[in-house]
């Protein structure tokens, strides 16, 4: 059921929008958990590339390899998202879905916590709620230096623009 309505809302959000060494590959429908106390570098099939905090799991769309970039994360990654022509690349977090075509950015999204935090270094996204809210289901254009958190418990997601030591703290995260 969760796929389905994150399939609905992927093709909602497509319908209005148009680091280190990678040391391991995935391919389509594959589930992978950096369980090292180290950041991993990991390849896509499409060549974009996403560094694994300890302790992040990364899943890709069965359809992945077939130009429908879909990803799911529960933990902290850095994405960094090579365009493929009009071909978004979403990611999914228990909170959000986030779509953008060449891009870069942080995602902090642990399932057992109930905020996330999405840093944007380079590039264009759009950002929704992945669940019904009766109060605002409205999406967020981010832009390069902006960051956007989501409170769940409280149904509350806020964009801001990032200081420029934030900006650097982020990016030298990965």
């Known amino acids: 059921m969760r796929r389905a309505f994150v399939s609905l809302c ?4 497509l319908a209005c929008h148009g680091g280190g060494q990678s040391n391991i590959r995935l391919g389509a429908g594959t ?9 991993q570098w990991v390849t896509l099939p499409d060549n974009s590339r996403v560094g694994l905090s300890s302790g992040t799991a ?12 879909v990803v799911d994360i529960d ?7 090579r365009p493929m022509g009009a071909k ?13 075509p060449g891009t870069r950015f942080r995602v902090d999204a642990f399932r057992s916590r109930p905020g996330e935090e999405v840093d944007l270094l380079e590039g264009k996204l759009t950002i929704r709620k992945s669940y019904h809210s009766d109060l605002d289901s409205a999406a967020e254009e981010l832009t390069s230096g902006d960051m956007l958190m989501i409170n769940r418990e409280i149904d509350l997601m806020e964009k801001e623009k990032m200081k ?4 650097e703290k982020a990016k030298e995260r990965f």
């Open 58 to 69: 990364v899943e890709l769309g069965n359809r992945f390899a077939l130009g429908n970039r």
């Open 75 to 81: 933990g902290e990654g850095m994405f960094v998202i």
């Open 88 to 100: 978004m690349f979403v990611v999914t977090t228990k909170n959000l879905l986030i779509v953008g």
């Open 10 to 13: 992927v093709a909602g959000l």
């Open 164 to 167: 420029p030591d934030e900006l």
């Open 31 to 39: 589930r992978y958990v950096n369980h090292s106390q180290s950041t």
